[in-house]
């Protein structure tokens, strides 16, 4: 059974740039794309963006020009940087894997999640 | 402001059935994108619930059914458990700029 756990720093500063990872243990990255998503306080669910494990990624147009997402299969983990913070930013993010069946993978659907982790902007 | 609008709230008694609406557009569900269905529990993440329209993932009770048609789909629980109350969002994908992921904003579902 894959696992996924989110790490990065619960509290950033306004126009800071947010780094985030997600490892992955129990699977292998390979073949999978990876997303990440989140949830500001009592609201929806908004994807970022994601990365195939072969280093390609897409991301949603209107955060296109703040986010990175990379890979490191080494390691076993992807990666989200999201620059000029602000406290609209603040919420809970999740990595995600998409689901993959009979050799071919969705691109927006997602079958294991990590438990997320909230990150919060302020000075 | 969601692309996919789901009612903020749906309520019913214990036994009931509930439809939770999912009504898109030309750029997503009309354009002939999957709908897939997510369930979350208050304080962890969302858990995969319906995907591709209609398709329940192994281990999801039979007392949840989804379906498309045109630019809208649905989510129908019948046989309505306490267990069940949660959040539902709708999910697809649209290509009013790139093709990307959008979720709808989310149903509460209250169980009487």
């Known amino acids: 059974q894959v696992q996924l756990q989110e790490s990065g720093p619960g509290l950033v500063k306004p126009s800071e740039t947010l780094s985030l990872t997600c490892t992955i243990s129990?699977?292998?990255?390979?073949?999978?794309?990876w997303s990440w998503i989140r949830q500001p306080p009592g609201k929806g669910l908004e994807w970022i963006g994601h990365?195939?494990?072969?280093?390609?990624?897409n991301y949603k147009p209107s955060l296109k020009s703040r986010v990175t997402i990379s890979v490191d299969t080494s390691k076993n983990q992807f990666s989200l940087r999201l620059s000029s913070m602000t406290a609209a930013d603040t919420a809970v993010y999740y990595c995600?894997?998409?689901?993959?069946?009979?050799?071919?993978?969705?691109?927006?659907?997602?079958?294991?999640w990590g438990q997320g982790t909230l990150v919060t902007v302020s000075s | 402001q969601s692309v996919l609008t789901q009612p903020p709230s749906v309520s019913g008694a214990p036994g009931q059935r509930v439809t939770i609406s999912c009504t898109g557009s030309?750029?997503?569900?009309?354009?002939?994108?999957?709908v897939h269905w997510y369930q979350q529990l208050p304080g962890t993440a969302p858990k995969l619930l319906i995907y591709?329209?209609?398709n329940r993932p192994s281990g999801v009770p039979d007392r949840f059914s989804g379906s498309k048609s045109g630019s809208s789909a649905s989510l129908v629980i019948t046989g309505l458990q306490a267990e069940d109350e949660a959040d539902y969002y709708c999910?697809?994908?649209?290509?009013?700029?790139?093709?990307?992921?959008?979720f709808g904003g989310g149903t509460k579902l209250t169980v009487l």
């Open positions: 591709s329209n209609s």
């Open positions: 990365i195939h494990y072969s280093g390609t990624t």
């Open positions: 129990g699977g292998s990255m390979r073949s999978y794309y």
């Open positions: 999910q697809s994908l649209d290509s009013s700029q790139s093709v990307h992921v959008e």
């Open positions: 030309s750029s997503n569900i009309g354009a002939g994108y999957d």
């Open positions: 995600a894997r998409h689901r993959c069946s009979g050799g071919s993978c969705y691109l927006d659907l997602f079958d294991s």
